[in-house]
Structure formats: structure tokens, C-alpha cells
């Protein structure tokens, strides 16, 4: 297994490319933000934290709040949209959760975002609770939950994520 | 993403400096006992957290760990005599004990004054299984003896080995929390190596090859589940603990040993895997222990300074052949080897204001997230956890649940290590 099965070769090796010299030299450039994450809470406990959140500076995130069946959302400032137009270009939607209400909403936006490739993610806002309804119900249309999270928990998701 | 100062914060773990100072409330692995043999063998030097040190094995059993610099004019003690209970500078021939004490100072008059007011500073060293363990922190502060269960069971059911990763702590630690990579990276190993193959569970993995995960917080870091469909009512739950700062377990694999690891700062570019496998209820088999020997499973193959065969001076033996063919995905040998070559690649301290983190990274964000809020509230004179013995009892755990049971709640127990119980595995 130990022959020579590579011959590294100059600059191009390893050996030269992973020292902190080299690393100097990755090439620097903006990166785009997230596309189109859709923030969305599921009950009004949520909707504070969401609404807490989006009063921060974001790239193309917005933010909404919903009820059963979940065919409409409602924007931060009142305005209702169709779910559908709203995550037309997203690639990630998060839901939040406290009280586990709305799961009809919650399976819908599942469903869509199932059928639309788009990625879902659950934050079960139930802190020192491990188990509750918000879990039961987020976690078969929640490709990753967060259990349980803290309201910093979404501000550090969009920021890591370049929401 | 992460802030440049949030990267430093994370990253530097020399003495002074913020996770330096929560690094030093725990006990860490520093050697493995074989690096110290027998009474009076040689004195092996230790880096560890960027300070270096010396370590022996006096007369009398007991280990040293202390300054690596004579307290005279500064000569290396690696070149030290180890003799009757002491280790002797070979430039004057000032003699320390186990404490960094000195005993002897043959070039002064003989005046027990004078050599009790030399002492080198020096660290608690204590073995447990086949590791030698070291606090490095205030000796007011100094918490109970690691009760990681590996290291509790007796002789013959663990084996650790250590490997040397060329990068800072935090890029390794990140790969074993990241479960995500699982699937791509090491998919070509379930089938075919001795230390996972044949298990119920591997059929499961290879079934559905977009987990579901779920980020646990508790209490002594993190439990991060990956969830597959198993049977039509059940799930197929392979769950990783985390817990702070630095210590991560991966799932078992049907009766397989389970193993696990410490990401150990040696400075701020290099750091050592810790690898251990051990079994709860019985010896390792001779043929275990040999493929371990080996670098199988998460071990490597290593030369005598613990730095691996495959490493970047010769490509990490790059197989193009193997990866075109997909025997394995990277081109790389060995599941140590595929984590270690790619986290090296990164550079010694990645740029995270160059990341683009995406969702299933959930676990990497609220594992740095933990991190911080350790660090500062250590600032705050709060004590962390993940150094007593209650979050350090933990068991990683593969296993099949009904589908509407929350992971924590129907794995309970099975996460608690116990003496003698079974682990839970498929
Ligand atoms: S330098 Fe060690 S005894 Fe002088
Ligand atoms: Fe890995």
C-alpha cells in the first residue's frame, strides 16, 4: 500500500500547498449570499424571535409568520403573500416552532419544499425541553433540527449560513 | 462563516489566551503509556497547547511532565539521564523529581537551600487505560479524573492510538461533528474494512443516503442524530456526542468495538488525533487489535514519531485509479487518512470568513456556538462543563427507533455508559 503511488511534483505538492505561506495566497473574492432564505414562524412565541431577527441586516433573507393550512404567509410588516410565490427562488427555508401549533402549515410547507428540492430546516424553540410538540411535529418535514434551540440559535444559523 | 476574531477566539489555545484558558480546565490526553514504557526509560518531549514539555518515568512508576528547559541555563531535558528518581541535566547536572523539584545541584555547595528554591513548573500525569493524561490548568481548579468509559473498562478492552494532523485543533474537531460527510467521504470503507463490516446498520446507511438530522443541545456539549428510514414504521438513528471541548464518539457498527477520539492542540497548526476503540462487555480479539495495529478503521499507519505513512510530503499516497474506480471517493486510503488529508488541505488555520456554510452544518454552527459561550463565560468565572464525570459518561449509539419517538427520550439509557452494560448497536 506504501509504494510510490503518487510522485508529488513541485509547488503543485502537498507538502508546499498546505503551509501557512501558501494559504496566504487563496484567492480572495465576495461570495454570495444564501438565495432566498425563507424564515418562517409557526406560532406567535416564534413569530417574536423571528421578528427579533429580522430587525438585523440581511442579505436576501425575509421573514413571515404562518397558521394552518400554511398556503399564505404574513410579512413582518402585516402583508399577506402566497407561500408559493415567496419561495419560488429559495434554495432554504427554516421553520420555527415553539408551541408545536399549525402542523398542518408545517407539513405543507414540508410538502412543498419536498417536491421543490428545497432545503428545510427546524428550530424547536423549546429551551430546557427536549421533547414537545414543536419537535414531534417539525421533525418529518425538517431535513435538520436544531432541539432545543435558543433564539440566538436562528440569528447564528442565517449568519453562518450568509442569509 | 465565522468572524476573523470569532476564528482566533476558537483557534488559539497557547497559554493566556481565552480557549487557552478554558482548555486548562480539563484533563487531556498527552502521551500514549507506551511512549513511557518502563521505570527509567527515556524522557520523551510533549508539546501540548503550545507549551513545551518534558515527560519521564522515574525509578518509582511515577510520571513527570514538566518545563522542558533546565532551570540553569536552559538546556533541553529530553537530553536528560533518568536515574533514581530524578531526571538529570547532562550540561551541570542539576537533578529534578516528578514535581520539577530539584534534588541535586552538584555544581553549588551542599546546601539544601539553594536546591529548594529551584522548581520547575510542572503538571499533574496520571495513566488510565493505555493514556497518560495531564491538567495543565490551576491547581485550585483541577477537576476529578477523566471518567471516560473507555479509559474505566478493564485492560484488554481499549486500544488508543495517536496520530499527528498537521492543522489547527478546531478543523479536526469540526470533522468529527460533521456527520454530513459521512456518506461521500468514508462511503467506500463500510463494506470493506474489518472494523465496520457487516453490520444491519451499514445496509441502513447505504439504504438512504440523505439523513435527517437532528442537533441536540444538552447539557455537556452536543448529541447530533442522523436519522435514515429503516423499517416502514422505524427510523435508523446513529447518534455522535459531543462534548466539550474536544472530545467526539462515533456510532458503534453491529458488536464492533466503538471508537472515538480526542483533537488535541499541540500549538496552533498542529494538533493530535487521539483514537480509541474499546468494547463495553469484552476483551478486543486478536484479530481486532491487529487491524487497529494496522491503521484500520479510524487508527493510520504511522512512523515511529506517530506521524503518518500517507502525509503530505508524498500526496497522501494519492490513488487516482482507486478514485476514478470509486474504491475509495477521495483517492485516499483509510477513513483517518481521508479526514486528516482534506482537513490538512484547508490550511494550518482555515479562513472561516471564507466559508459558505449551508444548513446541514447546523452542528459545526452550535458547536462553535457552545464553544464561545464557554470561553466567555469562563470570563465570567463560570466553571464549563465536559470535565466532570457526568457528562463524561456518555455512550455513543446506533439503533432503531418507532418514528415518532425523539431520539433522546428512546435512547436514554442507552446513552448512559454503565459498567458492563451492552452497548446499543445495529
Ligand atoms: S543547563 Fe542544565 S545543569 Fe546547567
Ligand atoms: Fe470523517
Redesign the interface.
Known amino acids: 500500500?506504501?509504494e510510490?503511488?503518487?510522485i508529488?511534483v513541485g509547488p503543485s505538492?502537498?507538502?508546499e500547498?498546505?503551509?501557512?505561506k501558501?494559504?496566504a495566497y487563496?484567492i480572495?473574492y465576495p461570495?454570495p449570499a444564501?438565495r432566498n432564505t425563507r424564515i418562517i414562524a409557526l406560532d406567535s412565541e416564534a413569530a417574536a424571535i423571528v421578528r427579533g431577527a429580522s430587525e438585523l441586516e440581511w442579505g436576501q433573507a425575509r421573514f413571515y409568520e404562518t397558521s394552518d393550512p400554511g398556503t399564505d404567509l404574513v410579512t413582518m410588516d402585516g402583508r399577506t403573500v402566497s407561500l408559493e410565490g415567496e419561495i419560488a427562488e429559495s434554495n432554504?427555508i427554516?421553520m420555527v416552532s415553539a408551541s408545536g401549533e399549525n402542523a398542518a402549515a408545517m407539513a405543507h410547507l414540508g410538502e412543498v419544499c419536498y417536491n421543490r428540492g428545497i432545503?428545510?430546516?427546524g428550530l424547536a424553540m423549546t429551551p430546557g425541553n427536549?421533547?414537545s410538540d414543536a419537535?414531534?411535529n417539525l421533525?418529518p418535514h425538517?431535513?435538520?433540527?436544531?432541539?432545543?434551540?435558543?433564539p440566538?440559535?436562528l440569528v447564528?444559523?442565517l449568519?453562518?449560513?450568509?442569509a | 462563516?465565522?468572524r476573523t476574531e470569532i476564528n482566533e477566539l476558537l483557534t488559539q489555545t497557547g497559554p493566556g489566551t481565552p480557549m487557552g484558558d478554558l482548555f486548562r480546565r480539563y484533563w487531556q490526553p498527552v502521551l500514549l503509556a507506551e511512549e513511557l514504557p518502563e521505570n527509567d526509560c527515556p524522557p520523551v518531549r510533549v508539546k501540548v497547547l503550545s507549551e513545551r514539555l518534558v515527560a519521564f518515568r522515574d525509578s518509582s512508576g511515577r510520571y513527570g511532565l514538566m518545563d522542558e528547559f533546565c532551570a540553569h541555563r536552559g538546556a533541553s531535558l529530553w537530553f536528560g539521564r533518568n536515574e533514581e528518581n530524578g531526571l538529570r541535566c547532562p550540561y551541570h547536572g542539576w537533578k529534578y523529581d516528578v514535581t520539577g523539584q530539584a534534588v541535586d545541584v552538584p555544581s553549588e555547595a551542599d546546601n539544601g537551600n539553594f536546591c529548594a528554591s529551584v522548581k520547575l513548573k510542572s503538571y499533574p500525569t496520571v495513566k488510565l487505560g493505555d493514556v497518560l493524561w495531564a491538567y495543565l490548568g490551576d491547581p485550585d481548579k483541577q477537576p476529578p479524573l477523566p471518567e471516560w468509559e473507555a479509559y474505566t473498562v478493564p485492560d484488554g478492552q481499549v486500544f488508543t492510538s495517536k496520530r499527528l494532523q498537521?492543522?489547527n485543533w478546531l478543523q479536526a474537531l469540526e470533522g468529527g461533528i460533521d456527520s454530513s460527510h459521512v456518506t461521500f467521504l468514508h462511503g467506500g470503507n463500510l463494506d470493506t474494512d474489518p472494523l465496520f463490516k457487516g453490520s444491519k446498520g451499514n445496509e441502513y446507511n447505504k439504504g438512504d443516503l440523505?439523513p435527517?438530522?437532528?442537533?441536540?443541545?444538552?447539557e455537556g456539549g452536543l448529541l447530533i442524530g442522523a436519522r435514515r428510514n429503516a423499517e416502514e414504521e422505524t427510523y435508523y438513528w446513529r447518534v455522535t456526542p459531543w462534548v466539550l471541548p474536544n472530545f467526539t464518539m462515533v456510532p458503534p457498527r453491529g458488536d464492533h468495538p466503538v471508537h472515538g477520539h480526542f483533537w488535541v492542540p499541540i500549538d496552533d497548526?498542529n494538533c493530535w488525533a487521539y483514537s480509541f476503540d474499546y468494547h463495553p462487555t469484552r476483551q478486543l480479539t486478536e484479530t481486532e487489535l491487529e487491524a487497529m495495529r494496522a491503521g484500520k478503521g479510524v487508527h493510520s499507519?504511522n512512523d515511529a514519531a506517530y506521524r503518518p505513512?500517507?502525509n503530505?510530503?508524498?500526496?497522501?499516497?494519492?490513488?487516482?485509479d482507486a478514485q476514478r474506480r470509486g474504491v475509495t471517493y477521495s483517492g485516499i486510503?483509510g477513513i483517518a487518512l481521508q479526514d486528516s488529508?482534506l482537513q490538512?488541505?484547508m490550511?494550518?488555520?482555515v479562513?472561516r470568513t471564507?466559508?459558505?456554510?449551508?444548513?446541514?452544518?447546523?452542528g459545526i454552527?452550535?458547536a462553535r456556538?457552545k464553544l464561545r459561550k464557554a470561553v466567555l463565560a469562563l470570563q465570567d468565572g463560570v466553571d464549563p462543563v465536559g470535565n466532570r464525570p457526568q457528562d463524561q459518561k456518555v455512550r455513543s449509539v446506533a439503533t432503531v427507533l418507532p418514528r415518532?419517538q425523539?431520539f433522546?427520550?428512546g435512547i436514554g439509557e442507552a446513552m448512559k455508559a454503565e459498567p458492563g452494560k451492552p452497548h446499543t448497536s445495529v
Open positions: 500500500m506504501f510510490n503511488l503518487s508529488p505538492s502537498c507538502a500547498a498546505t503551509t501557512a501558501e494559504a487563496r480572495d461570495l444564501a432554504t427554516v432545503m428545510t430546516a427536549l421533547d419537535l414531534h421533525r425538517a431535513r435538520v433540527l436544531l432541539v432545543p434551540a435558543e440566538d440559535d447564528e444559523l449568519w453562518a449560513t450568509r | 462563516m465565522l498537521e492543522c440523505k435527517f438530522f437532528e442537533v441536540v443541545d444538552y497548526e499507519a505513512l500517507a503530505k510530503d508524498n500526496d497522501y499516497l494519492m490513488d487516482r486510503e488529508s490538512e488541505s490550511g494550518p488555520i479562513d471564507k466559508e459558505r456554510l449551508v444548513a446541514t452544518d447546523a454552527i452550535k456556538q415518532e425523539a433522546v427520550d
